[in-house]
């Protein structure tokens, strides 16, 4: 194998493609957009530096993932973190079997959903079903999203004050609010305005600069609706209209009346979803009185999700179509809630992800799951959305290879309790880290919505957000180094001489690598390589401003093994192409290398 002497030039040449991937992931990693993901070219990199002597064969299943599946063919790929599952869908296209374990019910489902893709397919007649689901649910709300005729497709609420830059329309026009007498007009002007209706110079900003209309309805537990977006259709042609509450009193009363009507539609869900005050990573919720989970969503979105679930109890009846549905649901969640940013020159919700889906914003927008006209989008991030993108990755699974009919088995529970193969060939290691305190936070609203789902479906969702919290592996926790050293120990007794482990991380601190390392000396996995590529998009979720990650491979063995370092090469491809700061990645290699040698009696 190469994975313990890959040359310079085939590292640099994944660094490249990372930077090309970054922003476009693979349609098989979009059925669910977990918050965090790695590379696919890095995974695809050790797949295939662990199968192939030959680099011009690694440079081709860079690209072409099914020419390793001959050679994979009975090997087994693991991962104790899991995650959303990339490591092990990427193998599993290699055609690995694969095991993975994660402690967050958000990932598993992610993990497993992706992977029914790549190893079965889309069950018969799902597009079938899917639609039959979409037409019983529409019809079972139709009166919460339709306003005299007309498809809602956003509601805009604010829990103080609003912008005057409402929307964007396809022709670049801006869609106004006037900030004096609230009406709505289009205009291409830039810095200013004037309202057509009452005169009025405007500034133009999608900032919250204005008092909401005293006509504004509390809807949503201190959310004010002063607005929508809404759709006439006919047949496949649907117009984009706006209507503000001081245009229409009619508007502001029905509102007022839906969200009462839904409020008790959804009265049951505070007992069953409970509150949020004991999760790691509320705070910023609970300071703007986001105390409840069922504060997360609007009325009108939690009575879909339960429109959606009791529809699903009585069509869906394949486990393999239940699970494609959930993941769909969880998916949309990351517009479907009071999360979602409003971006008027878009016209359309940022979803929340990562850090963000804990910042409350100032101003958003109500989204509607359902909104669509047939397969026809009329929202971003809504359930037809989630359902197109699994059909997406069909056709890009069919694409590189086809179904593998490999065996996949994802495990709800933690890398210290949880069962492992017997044996695995390739193992990787990637571990939580940063300044946070839990992982589990950042999935929020996805977990409360799959809560929903499983008073209907029982689909294995744990009852309680903070007891996966106080189970998650965190290197600031005081029983840290004991439960990773067990980790690492478990780990050695299932391999074989041939068998390889990866560490994936980074940090700039040297005690931190020596805490992470030492078990793996003390369990006789002593290092064979050492290679630097890019990690995730840059974020403020990783311990600093580094956007490198470590790939460190080990090997059982009783002797030192000669250690291979491709470190600063990469480094400097990669701060010549993104902008990444060269010294401090050095200097996290650095911190490696030193805790490395101390531990290792390294020259």
């Not at 059925?31 to 993901?37: D, E, G, I, K, T």
Request: aromatic share 10%; hydrophobic share 40%; glycine share 4%.
């Amino acid at each position: 194998m190469l994975l313990d002497n890959i040359s310079r030039e085939l590292v640099t040449e994944v660094v490249l493609k990372s930077r090309d991937e970054k922003g476009r992931r693979m349609p098989i990693h979009m059925v669910h957009r977990w918050w965090s993901r790695r590379f696919v070219a890095t995974y695809r990199l050790i797949l295939g530096a662990y199968l192939f002597d030959d680099e011009k064969r690694i440079s081709k299943a860079l690209d072409t993932p099914k020419i390793m599946r001959e050679y994979a063919s009975g090997k087994t790929f693991f991962e104790p973190f899991a995650g959303g599952g990339t490591g092990l869908v990427e193998a599993a296209l290699a055609g690995f079997n694969v095991y993975g374990i994660d402690i967050n019910p958000v990932a598993v489902i992610t993990a497993k959903a992706s992977l029914l893709l790549v190893t079965y397919g889309l069950p018969k007649n799902f597009e079938n079903k899917l639609k039959k689901v979409l037409t019983n649910v529409k019809e079972k709300t139709r009166d919460l999203w339709e306003f005299n005729g007309n498809y809602i497709t956003y509601i805009f609420i604010t829990r103080k004050y609003v912008p005057t830059w409402l929307s964007t329309c396809k022709n670049h026009y801006k869609v106004m609010l006037c900030s004096h007498c609230y009406r709505i007009f289009e205009t291409k002007s830039m810095l200013t305005a004037i309202c057509p209706y009452c005169g009025k110079q405007l500034e133009i900003t999608n900032k919250p600069i204005a008092e909401p209309p005293p006509e504004a309805p509390d809807i949503a537990n201190g959310w004010k609706a002063f607005a929508i977006e809404l759709r006439k259709c006919v047949n496949t042609k649907c117009k984009k209209k706006y209507l503000s509450v001081a245009e229409s009193t009619e508007l502001a009363s029905w509102l007022q009346y839906t969200a009462q009507k839904a409020r008790i539609y959804s009265s049951g869900l505070d007992e069953i979803l409970g509150d949020i005050s004991s999760i790691h990573e509320a705070n910023r919720l609970i300071k703007v009185n986001m105390k409840k989970a069922t504060d997360i969503f609007a009325p009108h979105q939690l009575a879909t999700f339960i429109a959606y679930a009791e529809t699903l109890k009585k069509i869906v009846d394949n486990n393999k179509e239940k699970l494609l549905f959930t993941v769909a649901l969880s998916e949309a969640t990351k517009c479907c809630s009071l999360l979602a940013k409003w971006y008027s020159p878009l016209g359309e919700c940022i979803p929340a992800g990562g850090m963000k889906a804990l910042w409350v914003p100032e101003y958003t927008v109500i989204t509607n799951p359902l909104a669509s006209n047939g397969f026809k989008t009329l929202a971003r991030g809504t359930l037809i959305s989630a359902f197109k993108a699994q059909l997406k990755a069909m056709k890009y699974v069919d694409k590189v290879g086809g179904v593998s009919n490999i065996r996949s088995t994802v495990v709800l529970g933690d890398a210290l309790t949880a069962p492992y193969p017997r044996s695995a060939n390739l193992v990787v290691l990637d571990p939580p880290y940063g300044k946070f305190k839990s992982y589990a936070s950042l999935s929020l609203p996805h977990f409360y919505s799959l809560k929903i789902l499983d008073e209907f479906l029982d689909i294995e969702i744990s009852r309680d957000l903070s007891l996966i919290e106080n189970k998650e592996l965190m290197p600031g926790k005081e029983d840290f180094q004991d439960a990773w050293n067990l980790i690492i120990r478990r780990i050695s007794e299932i391999l074989h001489p041939d068998s390889r482990v990866i560490l994936v991380f980074t940090t700039l601190a040297s005690e931190l690598w020596e805490k992470m390392l030492r078990p793996f000396k003390l369990h006789n996995l002593y290092p064979t390589a050492v290679y630097w590529v890019l990690g995730e998009a840059p974020s403020a979720l990783t311990t600093s401003k580094l956007k490198g990650i470590h790939l460190i491979v080990f090997r059982k063995s009783k002797r030192q093994c000669r250690l291979h370092t491709i470190l600063d090469e990469p480094i400097k491809v990669a701060s010549n192409v993104n902008s990444i700061d060269e010294s401090l990645e050095k200097k996290s290699s650095e911190s490696l290398m030193s805790a490395l040698r101390k531990l290792y009696n390294l020259n």
